[in-house]
């Protein structure tokens, strides 16, 4: 038996094999006291057809890195609002504590855990994102409490064949079967 360590497969040594791609300050300054973090409770990075994007989950917001600059491509006011009796919060369609994304071609599709849904944006390849539409939602088309309904999901993957969805309070991982006719876009796909 042969075990192979992380330290065998990636040739990592040192605190200097990390650098630093973009730095956040996480305090506020003297001139400005009540600004907020410009990176909070980032939640996962994954690549882009320009440049890393960001989930900054705890601002409710989607960042690309291009050329070391971040800047914003979707933005929700962090509203909570109030609750429904599933603890879905009704208050505001925006987005709210993305969790995760996806990058596929021209579109991003974005894990909105505080609305616990999936939406959908086209416009990637140059940067400048649609209105977004919900590709999936608390409830499906029978209510917040069906069993289809999301709850708060989590992780997204996409695969040549499907996509993959955690929907962490219903204890599952969804899987959506992609249409042939995205056999093309497929290709750059793991």
């Known amino acids: 038996i042969y075990t192979l360590s992380l330290h065998d497969a990636l040739p990592i040594s040192g605190p200097d094999a990390a650098e630093v791609e973009l730095e956040f300050p996480l305090k506020a300054t003297k001139d400005d006291p009540n600004r907020p973090p410009p990176l909070y409770e980032a939640r996962a990075v994954r690549a882009g057809p320009r ?17 070391g600059a971040a800047r914003i491509l ?15 919060h009704v208050d505001s ?25 999936l939406l959908g944006y086209t416009g990637l390849s140059k940067g400048k994102l649609s209105d977004p ?16 309904g999301l709850k708060f999901p989590r992780i997204i993957c996409l695969t040549k064949k499907a996509l993959y969805l955690v929907d962490s309070w219903s204890h599952r991982l969804l899987r959506i079967g992609l249409p042939d006719a995205f056999e093309e876009d497929r290709k750059s796909v793991v």
Do not use: C, H, Y
């Not at 440049?51 to 050329?67: K, Q, T, Y």
């Not at 979707?74 to 879905?88: P, W, Y």
């Not at 939602?137 to 917040?144: A, D």
């Open 51 to 67: 440049g890393p994007l960001i989930a900054d989950g705890g601002n409710s917001r989607i960042l690309e890195v291009v050329d």
């Open 74 to 88: 979707a933005e929700g006011r962090g509203l909570q609002g109030t609750k429904d009796e599933d603890g879905f």
């Open 93 to 117: 369609d925006d987005l709210l504590r993305p969790m995760d994304m996806v990058a596929w071609g021209d579109v991003l599709l974005v894990v909105d855990t505080g609305r616990s849904r």
């Open 133 to 148: 539409e919900t590709v999936l939602q608390p409830g499906g088309r029978r209510g917040k409490s069906s069993p289809e």
